[in-house]
């Protein structure tokens, strides 16, 4: 059955699979123990959420802190801005994502499962409760819905535990990790949506489907999701959305959190988590942005760095002062042109920051940062002012 | 073995009163808005007492000391 | 960067003795302060020197606790140097 | 020695207790402040809010030993504890002992505060602002009946210092920079229904 990716089956325009399509297409929900737990080890599967931690290891430790008390959490809160492809999953093939989040709650003993889908993504919690509906009365009663606010970092595993405990979407911080205290101080698996659904498909066909959602974004003629096998490269990708309108500087790889390549060097690279990281990349949330040549890129990460800096959670100095400090410093290179000393600040405050926040926020941020120091190096050391155009 | 500690800070709890600096200037020094800037690595026998005097020192206790295995003498 | 480390372990040395120098100075002026103010005390208080005290305040020492709390400040201790008052009503 | 001296010695102390205290709480405001003077390191504030603190304990025992050893006033050991419970000025002695009692609890939550946590020492701390005062009144009160112009302006001085030091905290933007944006992040992350 070569048709082993997610968004395999009908037309995607055609909305929601239901339940009896679902199983007419993939059969009734597996079986799921602790062998799911060493298949899923073996598969090599790593989070889709943007960590990109190994779900074998994630499930062994809350496996380990569970005795029947776990809480499964559906990660749909998808703050990322550019990232579509969580939205797409819960409105397309919403039981591929259930069917993985009860092989969880079988494989880990849970007693709670919790839908953590963003408030302002109504599509999405629509589709999520009317598959639910369709559920056995047994499932049902595990789960329930909780919005997630529209942050950046409401999608943060201890923010979302944060928020289903208190109420209150700000990161704490680790250790206790989600994996020991999480939900009601009950061991929680905090688990991607996209994850969710490549476990449901491993645990039929027993190895991983190879294929990863990707968000094409920017200089593409066809934005938008993309499911494409892990050999893909940039290149490749960028033509399966249409191609680019105009020649590219340069490719973000991995949105917000991800990280600047050279347009050239970027087209070879494989969309594969593990080949990623061997260059030093993530491939993150799956975004992958192109800037085309035509762009001023100092303005483009000023205007990303000052998204950061609001979206900080205001709970750490280094974090809150850091990145509000490199954002004035790349707006005043962007609007009044470079200052050797606003260079040098900016150097010195990334690595001051970095490793410094109670959550990985800051860490992210100045990744992107010093990737982007270092691809558009010329254009940071010479910029001229420019007045602040579009975003 | 030997027990060798390292000052770890709870970054949500620390609020930059700066304290932690002036009692232990050979381990921590302050970034640009007063926060704490921690060395690496383990803390030398010697600097130890003023180590514990700055986790009990500090206003909002967000420093801790914990303790890091270092089962060879090569430790990391 | 090696000589700014070295200035603050000198100033944090530095402020180490001068809290406690600055403690024992404090505990001395204390210790002056309680035979200081208890000398005043001693002489300032009219009752000390003179009898006076004894003929103007009536000798009442016991009042239910209700009602003391507004006592004029005229009611008050009779300091008959040296002897016992002998005081009524017991124990309440 | 005479009873006498003993209830001069009393008196002598408490208002030596007064001043240690007042400065205590003058101090403490000030190290949650961030005022930092050059040359004077602020665990300089700190260190000696917590030795005079416990000076100040020292200095309270003398007073009130001295004035349950006086046999003149016939306290004994329960007044220091139950407050009162003296029959000799029972309402103002009796003030000296709550605030005696509020302050025992500040420092023994302060000396375990690393077990009790921050939350739980700051919630006891406040306890501050009801003991000075119940102090200072009880000092006027039980005094007097033997009134002396001393004590009114030492008191008057030690007031003075405390209430100008509130103020300056009053007036002073909160200590934590991070208070304002945190809050204001808070409020939008936020989805707990209103209580």
């Given at each position: 059955?070569?048709?082993?990716?997610?968004?395999?089956?009908?037309?995607?325009?055609?909305?929601?699979?239901?339940?009896?399509?679902?199983?007419?297409?993939?059969?009734?929900?597996?079986?799921?123990?602790?062998?799911?737990?060493?298949?899923?080890?073996?598969?090599?599967?790593?989070?889709?959420?943007?960590?990109?931690?190994?779900?074998?290891?994630?499930?062994?430790?809350?496996?380990?802190?569970?005795?029947?008390?776990?809480?499964?959490?559906?990660?749909?809160?998808?703050g990322?801005?550019?990232?579509?492809?969580?939205?797409?999953?819960?409105?397309?093939?919403?039981?591929?994502?259930?069917?993985?989040?009860?092989?969880?709650?079988?494989?880990?003993?849970?007693?709670?499962?919790?839908?953590?889908?963003?408030?302002?993504?109504?599509?999405?919690?629509?589709?999520?409760?009317?598959?639910?509906?369709?559920?056995?009365?047994?499932?049902?009663?595990?789960?329930?819905?909780?919005?997630?606010p529209?942050r950046y970092v409401a999608?943060n595993?201890s923010a979302?535990?944060h928020l289903?405990?208190a109420g209150i979407a700000t990161p704490t911080t680790t250790?206790?990790?989600?994996?020991?205290?999480?939900?009601?101080?009950?061991?929680?698996?905090?688990?991607?949506?996209?994850?969710?659904?490549?476990?449901?498909?491993?645990?039929?066909?027993?190895?991983?489907?190879?294929?990863?959602?990707?968000?094409?974004?920017?200089?593409?003629?066809?934005?938008?999701?993309?499911?494409?096998?892990?050999?893909?490269?940039?290149?490749?990708?960028?033509?399966?959305?249409?191609?680019?309108?105009?020649?590219?500087?340069?490719?973000?790889?991995?949105?917000y959190f991800?990280?600047?390549?050279?347009?050239?060097?970027?087209?070879?690279?494989?969309?594969?988590?593990?080949?990623?990281?061997?260059?030093?990349?993530?491939?993150?949330?799956?975004?992958?942005?192109?800037?085309?040549?035509?762009?001023?890129?100092?303005?483009?990460?000023t205007g990303i760095m000052r998204y950061l800096a609001n979206e900080s959670s205001a709970q750490c100095g280094p974090c809150f002062f850091g990145l509000r400090a490199l954002a004035d410093a790349c707006t005043r290179i962007a609007q009044r042109?470079?200052d050797?000393n606003d260079l040098l600040r900016l150097q010195r405050w990334a690595s001051e920051v970095r490793g410094r926040g109670g959550c990985h926020h800051p860490d992210g941020a100045v990744m992107f940062l010093q990737?982007?120091?270092?691809?558009?190096?010329?254009?940071?050391?010479?910029?001229?002012?420019?007045?602040?155009?579009?975003? | 073995?030997?027990?060798?500690?390292?000052l770890r800070v709870d970054r949500i709890k620390c609020d930059g009163r700066g304290l932690c600096a002036e009692i232990l200037p050979e381990r921590i020094r302050l970034d640009d808005w007063g926060y704490p800037i921690i060395a690496e690595?383990?803390?030398?026998?010697?600097?130890?007492?003023?180590a514990?005097r700055v986790v009990e020192d500090c206003p909002v206790l967000a420093l801790g000391?914990?303790?890091?295995?270092?089962?060879?003498?090569?430790?990391? | 960067m090696?000589?700014n480390t070295?200035a603050r372990?000198?100033a944090r040395?530095?402020a180490?003795?001068?809290?406690?120098?600055?403690?024992?100075?404090?505990?001395?002026?204390?210790?002056?302060?309680?035979?200081?103010?208890?000398?005043?005390?001693?002489?300032?208080?009219?009752?000390?020197?003179?009898?006076?005290?004894?003929?103007?305040?009536?000798?009442?020492?016991?009042?239910?606790?209700?009602?003391?709390?507004?006592?004029?400040?005229?009611?008050?201790?009779?300091?008959?140097?040296?002897?016992?008052?002998?005081?009524?009503?017991?124990?309440? | 020695?005479?009873?006498?001296?003993?209830?001069?010695?009393?008196?002598?102390?408490?208002?030596?207790?007064?001043?240690?205290?007042?400065?205590v709480v003058v101090l403490g405001i000030l190290s949650a402040l961030r005022v930092q003077a050059a040359g004077w390191p602020r665990f300089l504030t700190t260190g000696l809010h917590r030795?005079?603190?416990?000076?100040?304990?020292?200095?309270?025992?003398?007073?009130?030993?001295?004035?349950?050893?006086?046999?003149?006033?016939?306290?004994?050991?329960?007044?220091?504890?139950?407050?009162?419970?003296?029959?000799?000025?029972?309402?103002?002695?009796?003030?000296?002992?709550?605030?005696?009692?509020?302050?025992?609890?500040?420092?023994?939550?302060s000396?375990?505060r690393p077990?009790l946590g921050h939350a739980t020492w700051r919630l006891v701390h406040w306890?501050t602002y009801?003991?000075?005062?119940?102090?200072?009144?009880?000092?006027?009160?039980?005094?007097?009946?033997?009134?002396?112009?001393?004590?009114?302006?030492?008191?008057?001085?030690?007031?003075?210092?405390v209430l100008a030091a509130v103020a300056y905290r009053l007036m002073a933007d909160s200590p934590d920079p991070l208070a304002e944006p945190r809050s204001v992040f808070q409020a939008a992350v936020e989805r707990r229904?209103?209580?």
């Amino acid at each position: 059955m070569n048709e082993t990716r997610l968004l395999a089956g009908r037309d995607l325009a055609m909305g929601a699979e239901g339940i009896a399509e679902h199983v007419r297409r993939l059969g009734r929900l597996p079986a799921a123990g602790k062998s799911l737990i060493d298949l899923l080890a073996r598969s090599g599967l790593t989070g889709r959420g943007g960590a990109a931690y190994p779900v074998g290891l994630k499930w062994r430790s809350v496996a380990a802190e569970s005795h029947g008390s776990a809480v499964i959490v559906v990660n749909g809160a998808e703050g990322e801005p550019h990232s579509k492809k969580d939205r797409l999953l819960m409105t397309t093939r919403p039981h591929l994502i259930l069917d993985g989040a009860f092989l969880a709650a079988a494989a880990l003993r849970a007693r709670q499962v919790i839908l953590y889908i963003g408030e302002e993504h109504y599509a999405a919690r629509q589709s999520m409760s009317r598959a639910l509906a369709e559920r056995t009365a047994e499932e049902r009663r595990l789960v329930r819905i909780v919005a997630a606010p529209a942050r950046y970092v409401a999608g943060n595993s201890s923010a979302a535990v944060h928020l289903i405990n208190a109420g209150i979407a700000t990161p704490t911080t680790t250790p206790p990790s989600s994996h020991e205290r999480g939900v009601d101080g009950a061991p929680t698996l905090v688990q991607n949506v996209e994850t969710l659904a490549h476990i449901a498909m491993i645990a039929r066909i027993g190895q991983a489907t190879g294929t990863v959602l990707i968000t094409m974004a920017g200089g593409v003629n066809r934005p938008g999701v993309l499911e494409v096998k892990t050999g893909t490269t940039v290149g490749e990708a960028v033509a399966l959305a249409g191609g680019a309108p105009e020649p590219a500087q340069a490719v973000l790889v991995g949105g917000y959190f991800g990280q600047w390549i050279e347009a050239t060097q970027a087209w070879a690279l494989p969309v594969d988590p593990e080949a990623l990281r061997a260059h030093g990349l993530t491939l993150g949330c799956g975004v992958i942005g192109v800037l085309p040549a035509s762009r001023c890129a100092v303005c483009e990460v000023t205007g990303i760095m000052r998204y950061l800096a609001n979206e900080s959670s205001a709970q750490c100095g280094p974090c809150f002062f850091g990145l509000r400090a490199l954002a004035d410093a790349c707006t005043r290179i962007a609007q009044r042109g470079t200052d050797p000393n606003d260079l040098l600040r900016l150097q010195r405050w990334a690595s001051e920051v970095r490793g410094r926040g109670g959550c990985h926020h800051p860490d992210g941020a100045v990744m992107f940062l010093q990737s982007a120091l270092k691809t558009f190096a010329g254009e940071f050391s010479r910029h001229p002012a420019h007045v602040r155009r579009s975003a | 073995m030997t027990k060798r500690f390292e000052l770890r800070v709870d970054r949500i709890k620390c609020d930059g009163r700066g304290l932690c600096a002036e009692i232990l200037p050979e381990r921590i020094r302050l970034d640009d808005w007063g926060y704490p800037i921690i060395a690496e690595g383990p803390i030398p026998d010697h600097l130890l007492p003023l180590a514990q005097r700055v986790v009990e020192d500090c206003p909002v206790l967000a420093l801790g000391l914990r303790r890091v295995e270092s089962r060879t003498r090569s430790s990391r | 960067m090696e000589s700014n480390t070295q200035a603050r372990m000198r100033a944090r040395d530095a402020a180490m003795r001068q809290l406690d120098r600055i403690t024992r100075g404090v505990a001395f002026a204390a210790i002056a302060g309680v035979g200081v103010l208890t000398a005043v005390s001693a002489y300032s208080i009219p009752g000390a020197s003179s009898s006076s005290l004894t003929a103007t305040t009536s000798t009442s020492t016991s009042s239910s606790s209700t009602s003391s709390g507004l006592q004029s400040s005229s009611i008050g201790v009779t300091t008959s140097s040296g002897s016992a008052v002998a005081v009524s009503g017991g124990s309440h | 020695m005479s009873t006498t001296v003993l209830w001069y010695a009393t008196r002598g102390a408490g208002a030596v207790s007064l001043i240690l205290l007042s400065s205590v709480v003058v101090l403490g405001i000030l190290s949650a402040l961030r005022v930092q003077a050059a040359g004077w390191p602020r665990f300089l504030t700190t260190g000696l809010h917590r030795n005079l603190a416990l000076m100040t304990l020292v200095f309270l025992a003398l007073h009130i030993v001295t004035a349950v050893v006086d046999p003149f006033t016939h306290l004994g050991w329960l007044t220091a504890v139950v407050p009162f419970s003296s029959y000799y000025r029972t309402f103002w002695l009796g003030l000296g002992t709550i605030a005696f009692e509020l302050l025992l609890a500040i420092v023994v939550t302060s000396l375990a505060r690393p077990w009790l946590g921050h939350a739980t020492w700051r919630l006891v701390h406040w306890l501050t602002y009801a003991s000075w005062p119940i102090a200072v009144i009880h000092g006027l009160g039980t005094g007097t009946d033997t009134w002396s112009a001393w004590l009114f302006v030492l008191t008057a001085l030690c007031v003075g210092a405390v209430l100008a030091a509130v103020a300056y905290r009053l007036m002073a933007d909160s200590p934590d920079p991070l208070a304002e944006p945190r809050s204001v992040f808070q409020a939008a992350v936020e989805r707990r229904e209103p209580r």
